[in-house]
């Protein structure tokens, strides 16, 4: 199937179009031609996709899944929607964005960069189908004439962005960085230059604010600027901050392995620890340690805490271990 797909390219497309618009009428007069006047082709979108099938689909479809669910929060698409077997228009009430997936739904990934957009979906109950649609082949410096030096720079493009969200995906599925790592990352270290790296505190706001924009799908195409981190944070979180934080934020960032610097470019992309590291710190602080340190707050009313099986857990725990230490000491 692959060695099909190879053999279209300029050269078929040309020929497609040439084979049919001579049965067409054509604007151009007899003198036109002679003068030189001819049609040239322009890409007006180029799609680039990929197809991975499954040898146990309902596996496959379960893991796809469990990928929209994470990614509501931690790879912060620019939307996430679930697209239904039917027409909709701006007249359709309701919004239609949920992570509830049914019968007859079918979940869909997408996110943005510029003009062009990726899509992924589990195509046929049965394959996981990732598509890279560039619409303005500027976004990535590459001209719109048809001809095989584009052709084979846009394919490249995309191909690429299909494997980076691809890795990226299976990577938020790998095992959590062990202790050592973890150590290394949040207390202060120094390079194999010598150079001082200071800590990323698990928990700090801000530290977990950066991390939780640096994850987004919308970096796995040309990486991300100082300017777009930025936004991001700004947008993530109530505290003020600045271009030369994040500039700080990136250096510290850098020397711990976390990003890479693309060369000859203002741009960085997040490494494969990198990633998993902001994976781990997000999703255990925002699923974990914020909603279980809500649900433990003494300051709760007593009708709140009684249906928080959390709660209720603890103050068992709490009331049994005092007992305990109570009658250890009488014994003693």
Known sequence: MQKICDRLGPAAVKSFFWRWVRRLPSPFTQADLRAGYVYELAFRQFEVSDTCMFDRPQAGRMWFEGVIRDHL???????IALV???????????????????????PTLCCYYK???????????????????????????IGRRVCALNWYALRAVGESANRCLCDAEAADAQPAPDVATFCRVTQPSTTDDGLYAAGLRFGEARVMTVLAA??????????????????????LGAAPYTTRQATYDLRRLKRKGL????AHTHRYQLTSLGRRV???????YGRVLAPGLSALDLRLPE?????????????????????????????A
């Not at 929060?73 to 939307?79: F, K, L, T």
């Not at 305990?324 to 009488?330: C, G, K, P, S």
């Open 73 to 79: 929060d931690v790879g912060r698409p620019d939307q």
């Open 84 to 106: 239904f077997h039917r027409r909709l228009t701006r007249c359709t009430p309701g919004t239609f964005r949920t992570r509830v997936l049914t019968r007859g739904v079918d």
């Open 115 to 141: 003009s062009s957009r990726m899509k992924q979906y589990f195509k046929e109950g049965r394959a996981l189908r990732t598509e890279t649609v560039i619409s303005d082949t500027h976004d990535f410096g």
């Open 214 to 235: 640096l994850v987004g799908f919308c970096h796995l195409v040309r990486g991300f600027r100082n300017r777009q981190i930025v936004e991001r944070v700004r947008a």
């Open 259 to 262: 990003i890479v610097k693309l």
């Open 278 to 284: 902001a994976v781990l710190f997000t999703k255990t």
């Open 303 to 331: 009708d709140v805490t009684s249906r928080s099986p959390l709660n209720t857990a603890w103050r068992t725990f709490e009331r049994v271990l005092d007992d305990y230490i109570q009658a250890q000491l009488i014994a």
